[in-house]
């Protein structure tokens, strides 16, 4: 992964940033808990509620 170049000043720390309908429907609600867990080569998002 590269940064592009930003004029000379410091990169931004990494982001995701997730938007859609298919969070909602896929469980996630805005506000609710969540877990993420980092492994190589792949990150886990899942609900603190188990439905």
Known sequence: MEYASQN????????IN??????????FITGMP???????GRI???TGINL
């Open 18 to 27: 997730l938007k859609g309908r298919w969070l909602e429907e896929s469980g």
């Open 34 to 40: 969540i877990t993420i867990t980092v492994e190589q």
């Open 44 to 46: 886990v998002i899942e």
């Open 8 to 15: 000379g000043r410091p990169n931004p720390p990494s982001a």
